[in-house]
């Protein structure tokens, strides 16, 4: 079974600092990646997501997620956080052989402080 | 506007009292889901469907049932609710897992 972790469970940051927040999954075959954001509150909402081409995919509000399949990841980054980036970060993986399941990693909650 | 509904967004119930959330989306998407989300553990997938009449289980599917006999809603149901199904449940809809998943409000379910 397709599994996602998240290692850093809870980050706490400072307006302008950068931000790369790790996700890693287990099936070695096509995956399809995402990230999305919980902002508090409201809906999940998608930042980014990588089906195939360039490895390194931006998204919404400044964010990118470079894939690197040698090792199994697909860590999101930002250059200058934002007191508005507070929220919880949800990285998720369709794997080929998972058919149409979708596996979320356990969430990182990002604190950034003004 | 498109979006996904969910009904009741809170529940507060008893243990072996059987109820159902309800989830509708506007959108004519073919792939919806359901998930619960437990601190620390992220979102679960508890089934999904991928057309009307066409549902498969998830991660999490034990005490869980789901149907899908119209294509914009996908009821979960929950026969014998325990206390161990508290949980935030969020539905999801999208034209399938190569798209983007849209949420719906999330139900905030307790058993007692």
């Known amino acids: 079974a397709q599994s996602v972790s998240q290692h850093n469970h809870h980050v706490i940051l400072s307006e302008a600092a950068s931000l790369e927040l790790g996700c890693n999954y287990s099936?070695?075959?096509?995956?399809?990646l995402f990230w999305y954001v919980q902002y508090p509150g409201q809906h999940l909402q998608l930042l980014l997501k990588?089906?195939?081409?360039?490895?390194l995919v931006k998204g919404i509000k400044g964010f990118e997620a470079e894939f690197i399949k040698s090792k199994f990841s697909f860590n999101l980054r930002k250059p200058s956080v934002q007191w508005s980036d507070t929220a919880e970060y949800f990285c998720?993986?369709?794997?080929?052989?998972?058919?149409?399941?979708?596996?979320f990693g356990g969430g990182t909650r990002l604190m950034v402080k003004p | 506007e498109a979006q996904v509904t969910q009904n009741p967004r809170y529940l507060i119930t008893v243990t072996g009292k059987k109820l159902t959330v309800t989830c509708s989306q506007n959108m004519n998407h073919e792939y919806m889901s359901w998930y619960r989300q437990d601190p620390g553990l992220g979102l679960r997938q508890i089934y999904y469907s991928m057309n009307v009449e066409v549902t498969d289980k998830g991660d999490v599917p034990e005490g869980y049932k789901v149907s899908r006999k119209e294509k914009r809603n996908f009821p979960l149901i929950l026969e014998s609710p325990s206390p161990n199904q508290t949980s935030l449940y969020f539905c999801?809809?999208?034209?399938?897992?190569?798209?983007?998943?849209?949420f719906g409000p999330g139900t905030r379910l307790t058993v007692t």
């Open positions: 990588y089906f195939s081409g360039d490895p």
């Open positions: 099936y070695g075959g096509t995956v399809n």
């Open positions: 999801a809809s999208s034209r399938s897992t190569y798209y983007e998943q849209y």
């Open positions: 998720a993986v369709n794997a080929g052989n998972a058919g149409n399941m979708l596996t």
